[in-house]
């Protein structure tokens, strides 16, 4: 089968589609035919070896696992003896390892039936983007009806769903993005749009419950001068220092005050991926793909959403049924 490997961190030129062999399941796994598969910020950062100290869990040197990808779509070819959910010929998705392939293994935990009349596409681009929102927002920022909500970095991946989120979830969402992205954020369900290119939210007379940081570039402490008493910052994706200043600083500034800034790393549930999978199906969200790509042009994928500004979600496409429901 072709996969997407990688032997040493680097620019996309160290990705390679290569023939290995296809993967076995173990006893609590699937194999998975793939259909489609989406592009996460983790994964040019797994490419890149960044920031620096994830090494120690990712390899030193060189990675530990040469694989990419972890966003799946496709039909179940094979089950592990202790598999009870499903069968093969299931069409799921959810998580797995190395999902830039023609096939791959997934835990059952990890994975949920795809609705019919989602694409799989549609499907690929919900897990770790997804998920992310819907844990930050509702778990992390435990966001109520008629709050305030500032989304920062409303046009990229996680920020895509994070507005339609907020907004399913009750919120009244601000979204910070360009100006050129503003229409897409209105019709995804925001209130007001700050261009960032000429206004820092951070500065404004205008005070926020929760601040949702998909983009984080601000200074933690502006972001808490931003909130409103008891207000709450959840942060999702960063830089290295501003996810720094998250770890060390956030339980500090938690405890000094009513305001709390928390980080959300998404845990991927069934549970959770079956109601985004259900929201979509029922049209109250909508998966954003700017791109598709073919499993021969990961690397062109992972070039652009290193560039820091795609718009939704980045689709590597597997087979020719892809789009297919």
Same mark, same amino acid.
């Given at each position: 089968?072709?996969?997407?490997?990688?032997?040493?961190?680097?620019?996309?030129?160290?990705?390679?589609?290569?023939?290995?062999?296809?993967?076995? %399941?173990?006893?609590?796994?699937?194999?998975?035919?793939?259909?489609?598969?989406?592009? *996460?910020?983790?994964?040019?950062? =797994? =490419?890149?070896?960044? $920031?620096?100290?994830?090494?120690?869990?990712?390899?030193?040197?060189? %990675?530990?696992?040469?694989?990419?990808?972890?966003?799946? &779509?496709?039909?179940?070819?094979?089950? !592990?003896?202790?598999?009870?959910?499903?069968? %093969?010929?299931?069409? /799921?998705?959810?998580?797995?390892?190395?999902?830039?392939?023609?096939?791959?293994?997934? +835990?059952?935990?990890?994975?949920?039936?795809? $609705?019919?009349?989602?694409?799989?596409?549609?499907?690929?681009?919900?897990?770790?983007?997804?998920?992310?929102?819907?844990?930050?927002?509702?778990?992390? !920022?435990?966001?109520?009806?008629?709050?305030?909500?500032?989304?920062?970095? &409303?046009?990229?991946? /996680?920020?895509?769903?994070?507005?339609?989120?907020?907004?399913?979830?009750?919120?009244?969402?601000?979204?910070?993005?360009?100006?050129?992205?503003?229409? &897409?954020?209105?019709?995804?369900?925001? +209130?007001?749009?700050?261009?960032?290119?000429?206004?820092?939210?951070?500065?404004?007379?205008?005070?926020?419950?929760?601040?949702?940081?998909?983009?984080?570039?601000?200074?933690?402490?502006?972001?808490?001068?931003?909130?409103?008493? *008891?207000?709450?910052?959840?942060?999702?994706? #960063?830089?290295?220092?501003?996810?720094?200043?998250?770890?060390?600083?956030? $339980?500090?500034?938690?405890?000094?005050?009513?305001?709390? =800034?928390?980080?959300? =790393? +998404?845990?991927?549930?069934?549970?959770?991926?079956?109601?985004?999978?259900?929201?979509? #199906?029922?049209?109250?969200?909508? $998966?954003?793909?700017?791109?598709?790509? %073919?499993?021969?042009?990961?690397?062109?994928?992972?070039?652009?959403?290193?560039?820091?500004?795609?718009?939704?979600?980045?689709?590597?496409?597997?087979?020719?049924? +892809? /789009?297919?429901?």
């Amino acid at each position: 089968m072709k996969a997407a490997v990688y032997d040493r961190y680097g620019s996309p030129d160290v990705v390679e589609i290569r023939e290995i062999e296809k993967p076995v %399941p173990e006893d609590d796994e699937v194999l998975v035919e793939i259909r489609a598969a989406s592009v *996460n910020t983790l994964d040019w950062r =797994m =490419m890149r070896g960044t $920031p620096f100290f994830a090494r120690a869990i990712v390899g030193w040197r060189k %990675p530990k696992s040469n694989r990419l990808g972890s966003d799946v &779509a496709g039909r179940i070819e094979s089950v !592990g003896r202790n598999v009870t959910r499903f069968k %093969p010929g299931d069409e /799921v998705f959810g998580v797995c390892r190395g999902a830039f392939a023609e096939y791959a293994c997934a +835990a059952e935990g990890k994975l949920a039936t795809k $609705p019919a009349g989602v694409s799989f596409e549609q499907a690929a681009a919900l897990p770790v983007a997804g998920t992310t929102a819907l844990q930050g927002l509702r778990d992390r !920022g435990r966001l109520r009806a008629g709050e305030q909500v500032a989304v920062d970095g &409303a046009s990229g991946g /996680v920020g895509t769903f994070a507005v339609q989120i907020a907004r399913f979830l009750g919120g009244e969402v601000t979204a910070i993005c360009r100006a050129r992205n503003g229409e &897409a954020a209105a019709s995804m369900g925001a +209130a007001r749009v700050v261009d960032y290119t000429r206004e820092d939210f951070t500065r404004e007379r205008h005070r926020y419950d929760l601040i949702f940081g998909a983009n984080a570039h601000h200074s933690i402490f502006h972001y808490r001068r931003a909130l409103r008493e *008891n207000g709450r910052y959840v942060m999702a994706g #960063a830089g290295g220092l501003e996810m720094l200043q998250g770890i060390l600083l956030g $339980p500090v500034l938690s405890r000094i005050g009513s305001r709390k =800034m928390r980080i959300v =790393m +998404a845990k991927i549930e069934a549970k959770d991926l079956a109601l985004l999978g259900q929201l979509v #199906a029922e049209g109250k969200i909508v $998966p954003s793909i700017e791109r598709r790509y %073919p499993l021969s042009g990961v690397r062109d994928a992972l070039a652009y959403i290193e560039e820091g500004h795609a718009r939704g979600k980045i689709a590597i496409t597997v087979g020719g049924d +892809a /789009v297919k429901g």
